[in-house]
């Protein structure tokens, strides 16, 4: 009788346990949070996508997704910051950038968590749609497919094919003539490129800005942000050989790592760099004031350059006279 008392208590604890299963794993899974700031975007808005990850004891190490999860839904990662308010919440914020022309969504993505005794466990978030929101008109809809290529005549061939055989004559003839023509004298060879350093080129663009004719004046603090941003790019592109004009805030203090950068550089670089992005990208409206204190930081990183970057610019100057002489001795012979 005991028995049969103890398998119809299973019986009637099993559906409850297949009921309560679900709960538990939902209470695991809102360990991990993520929300985007919009619902809808056109072409080239910026979407803020943050994942938070709550924990109640220390982890090892935790892995939030890289840049390349999101090239799956043809997003572009502007930049992404990550903060750590307390011990039990980690949260990373990514600035994306979607150029696409239709609806789309972020995908499922994994985080990786490792504890203290090496253990490695997996997290997933939810994956997000978002609408895409043409910046046609409804009585523009005749923009949106390609028109189909209209067929032209038969008797239009004859001639293409006529104007085709006498554009190649004519580039024959005029070869023929340019070879007959006589050995042009040997122009003299150009004059030497003058060194610029670096830092005087970055010098005069600070004192532009700070100019009468400093954008400041007219309160244009876009164009004082660009301008400001890319004169930064300019001399890091030049003094350590990287393609900043091209790259992204992150990428650039990532390369700068690469290189072994005193910090001094790269955290000078952070302060700028990332100060104008949020006016390019993030469209944050900021004051004089704050301008101004960006434009501190500009001769700040310039100072900074004046003490580490010394050595550097004197042998990009030794190449560069290298190179001259190299050309000059060329053109000699």
């Given amino acids: 009788m005991k028995a049969v008392k103890i398998t119809k208590t299973i019986l009637l604890l099993f559906p409850a346990l297949l009921l309560t299963w679900p709960m538990v794993q939902q209470a695991e899974a809102r ?21 938070v990850f709550e ?13 390349a999860r999101f090239e799956e839904a043809d997003l572009t990662v502007v930049n ?54 043409s910046v046609l008109a409804d009585g523009e809809e005749e923009f949106r497919p390609l028109k189909p290529i209209f067929d032209f005549a038969a008797a239009i061939w004859p001639w293409i094919l006529f104007l085709l055989v006498m ?76 393609g900043a004009l091209e790259m992204t805030s992150g990428e650039i203090l990532d390369a700068l790592s690469s290189r072994s950068v005193k910090p001094e550089i790269k955290e000078s670089t952070r302060n700028v760099l990332m100060e104008a992005d949020l006016v390019k ?28 970057d010394h050595e550097r610019i004197e042998q990009l100057k030794e190449l560069h006279q290298s190179r001259e002489d190299t050309q000059l001795e060329e053109a000699q012979l």
């Fill in 31 to 51: 360990q991990l949070h993520n929300y985007v700031d919009r619902d809808s975007v056109r072409a080239g808005d910026l979407i803020r996508y943050t994942i």
């Fill in 55 to 67: 924990h109640e004891r220390e982890f090892a190490s935790i892995r939030f997704p890289d840049d």
């Fill in 80 to 133: 992404r910051e990550r903060h750590r308010v307390n011990a039990d919440r980690d949260s990373i914020i990514y600035h994306l950038q979607y150029f696409g022309i239709e609806d789309f969504r972020i995908p499922r993505l994994q985080i990786e968590v490792t504890d203290n005794e090496g253990e490695i466990s997996y997290l997933e978030t939810l994956p997000i749609p978002i609408r895409f929101i």
């Fill in 167 to 242: 554009l190649f004559s004519g580039w024959l003839i005029h070869r023929y003539y340019l070879n007959r023509e006589t050995e042009a004298e040997p122009t003299p060879p150009p004059p030497p490129i003058p060194f610029e350093n670096p830092l005087q080129i970055l010098e005069r663009s600070l004192h532009a800005l700070s100019g009468s004719r400093s954008p400041l004046k007219e309160s244009n603090f876009k164009e004082f942000y660009v301008r400001l941003g890319d004169a930064i790019r300019l001399y890091i592109e030049v003094v350590y050989d990287i």
């Fill in 281 to 308: 990208f993030a469209r944050f409206e900021p004051d004089k004031k704050m301008a101004e204190n960006a434009l501190e930081y500009g001769w700040a990183f310039l100072e900074t350059a004046r003490i580490y």
